[in-house]
């Protein structure tokens, strides 16, 4: 199959540090390839592939100070690959709804992975006026703020199997990993490493945008306490950080639409203890591969039960359900669909919702969800 992944410009594909989305669009673009399907990767420069990469700007836009217009350079990426749009079998999109218009009146099939927060007011209209393109969710909680969109299919995020693989290590303190912002929870995971008596280890990454929240409200609670700022770590240096863990902490106060940082514990085997918001119930097994709690005396609690775990059956979950090949496997099933469906003459602008090829349907992986709030309450108390 020729295969079009197209990728946002901010970061490279892999991007250098941070960045779940480019991140995971790499994984499964050479999962593709080694699939042997023949893959074109639309990104910046700088990004490295086993696919044939065009590249639509020579640097990702986060590391070019000279880009004061992200939008343009997007939209003159989507004017690229439509000029190109005979040239491949199927277009896999991860440019949230730009696409949306443009490529609806084409005859090539495509579809859409929306990767980020869908709960603006804003989205509403948006995906009202395109109800019926295709799109995927990253997690069947994403899709709740906005049901009238598109959806053909839910498939979680994967990453390769042994990428983060456990280090025979002993755990020592509790973790979090990923980005410092007031939806992340920094400080009431400080708190509850606090309570528990144990040391807290922070690796995360500090954008430009929230310096001032982590100047006055992060870096005073670590004066106070055993919590330690380590900084943004590569993916080289995360078994060690992880396999050392107790436990990670992912105490969000936002709709997280999947959360990459809590399948990086679990290859690692490590446990995750998460706040009850957005995907976590689906990623995180309740008493299997961590804890779901509600708030921060019931993450405390869960402390003692999360330590207890099987790491060897948390990695074995792992493997099962969140592996980059099933990942590609999943989409390859859903861009088989919409091939077909666009062969047998289907209107992606004209035909009604319900319709719609894979209407409804949710990957196999997607089921594996683990218990209400109300049982995670009861189990962690």
Known sequence: MR????APLTEAIPPKLYGGTERVIHWLTEELVALGHEVTLFASGDSRTSAQL???????????GNVRDANALHMMMLEQVRRRTADFDFLHFHLDYYPFSLFARHSTPFLTTLHGRLDLPEHQPVFSTFSTIPV???SDAQREPVPQAGWVRTIHHGLPEQLLTPVPIEPSYLACLGRISPEKGIDRAIAIAKRCGLPLKIAAKVDRMDRDYFAQKIK???DSSRA???GEISDREKPEFLSGALALLTPLDWPEPFGLVMIEAMACGTPVIAYNRGAVREVVEHGATGFVVEDENSAVRAVEGAIKLPRTTIRKRFEERFS???MAMDYLEVYR?????????FDWM???????????????NSKQSSASPEAAMDASA
């Open 3 to 6: 295969i079009a992944q197209i």
């Open 54 to 64: 065009v590249p639509m700007w020579p640097k990702s836009l986060r590391l070019d």
């Open 136 to 138: 995927v969710s990253i």
């Open 220 to 222: 005073p609670l670590l």
């Open 228 to 230: 330690e700022y380590i």
């Open 324 to 326: 980059a090949r099933r």
């Open 337 to 345: 669909e919409l091939i077909k469906a666009t062969e047998d003459g």
């Open 350 to 364: 004209q035909r009604p919702l319900e319709a719609r090829p894979g209407r409804g349907r949710v990957s196999a």
